[in-house]
């Protein structure tokens, strides 16, 4: 399935703590950081050059996940310091293509990774309260609400327009006012990594005109 163009746009990557095992062909990679528009991988000179478009597979919960990407560039990460050892390399792989089943496994993916950062954050006491930061209305519609921190200050309005602001975040309409409300006093109150995973979570939750799964706290 070839993505809408608001889905072009590079979304922020997340860092998987355990990289996931993969394939490209016939060559072992290491997943080690994924978006909605690319992966990052790890090899060891063992995939297509630069430019070339591949498939690759892994798995995610059990579920299989396929894509065709292009691979936008590799450099080398570690050099090997004898002939006992492998250089390792880095190559960014833009996503080209994937079936509907793969790329929702991919959000959910990402939405997971981001759901266990945040816990790690309200384990952490940065003052992310976990109803607010784990639970998003997805976007259904075409109609959003803006919220962006100026100055001290929250602006906010509806708008059509899906990017997230600077300093704040983009969110669906549907959302209850209150829960807006927490939702901004606790991007105000989080640091630097608590507000990046609820920008992150606002655009996931908005990705897709039909929306995702996205996790619902349970106490």
Request: aromatic share 6%.
């Amino acid at each position: 399935m070839v993505r809408p163009a608001e889905e072009q746009r590079k979304y922020q990557r997340v860092t998987l703590v355990r990289p996931l095992v993969a394939r490209i062909g016939s060559a072992r990679v290491y997943v080690t950081e994924a978006s909605l528009s690319g992966l990052r991988v790890a090899h060891q000179s063992n995939i297509p050059p630069e430019g070339s478009i591949c498939g690759i597979v892994f798995e995610w919960d059990g579920t299989p996940v396929s894509l065709e990407c292009r691979v936008t560039r590799s450099t080398l990460f570690k050099a090997a310091r004898s002939a006992r050892e492998t250089s390792v390399y880095h190559a960014g792989l833009e996503i080209v293509r994937g079936g509907d089943a793969s790329m929702m496994t991919l959000r959910d993916m990402i939405t997971s990774i981001v759901a266990r950062a945040l816990d790690e954050q309200k384990a952490n006491a940065h003052g992310i309260p976990p109803i607010a930061a784990q639970t998003f209305q997805t976007g259904k519609g075409t109609l959003f609400i803006r919220c962006e921190l100026v100055d001290g200050a929250w602006r906010r309005g509806e708008t059509k327009r899906p990017e997230q602001p600077r300093n704040g975040f983009t969110i669906s309409a549907e959302e209850d006012p209150d829960h807006v409300a927490m939702l901004c006093e606790t991007f105000a109150n989080a640091d630097l990594e608590g507000q990046a995973l609820i920008k992150l979570m606002a655009e996931l939750s908005i990705s897709k005109a039909e929306g995702i799964p996205t996790r619902r706290y349970f106490p």
